[in-house]
């Protein structure tokens, strides 16, 4: 709200000291135009920077669930559709997740992770690699 109210405030002050001139012919000042386009360009900045760390402070923090609750794997089963294995302590929640709703398919006990197998592209990359090197020799 703050910075709306000073960014206004800005733009009135701007608007009238150009409505301040007299009926004169204008007279172009080339230094004080780019020094007023600069400071005006700087003092959003300076906003935009002040708005977006108020912003940041007054967030609520969201990590207290963070130790108890982790998402171990999840994978899409339809356009907007995901199954999804959520840890809780020690047990993993199987859980169906759609726009607006989720549902809890399945609950297992804890599992260790087993280290993720190499695709048959993946393992015969290297001899590929390797004919491939001796018959450009």
């Given at each position: 709200m703050l910075p709306h109210i000073l960014f206004l405030s800005l733009l009135l002050a701007s608007g009238l000291s150009?409505?301040?001139t007299t009926g004169a012919a204008p007279v172009t000042d080339l230094g004080g135009s780019l020094l007023?386009?600069?400071?005006?360009?700087?003092?959003?900045?300076?906003?935009?920077?002040?708005?977006l760390w108020l912003i940041k402070k007054l967030m609520?923090?969201?990590?207290?669930?963070?130790?108890?609750?982790?998402v171990i794997s999840g994978t899409a089963v339809g356009a907007r559709e995901r199954v999804v294995i959520v840890?809780?302590?020690?047990?993993?929640?199987?859980?169906?997740?759609?726009?607006g709703r989720v549902s809890a398919l399945a609950e297992i006990p804890?599992?260790?992770?087993?280290p993720p197998a190499p695709s048959e592209a993946v393992k015969g990359f290297p001899e590929w690699?390797?004919?491939?090197?001796q018959n450009n020799k």
């Open positions: 150009g409505a301040q007023q386009l600069v400071l005006s360009l700087a003092g959003v900045l300076a906003l935009l920077v002040g708005s609520v923090q969201r990590g207290g669930a963070g130790g108890m609750l982790r840890e809780v302590g020690s047990t993993w929640l199987v859980l169906g997740v759609a726009p804890r599992q260790s992770i087993p690699l390797k004919n491939l090197s």
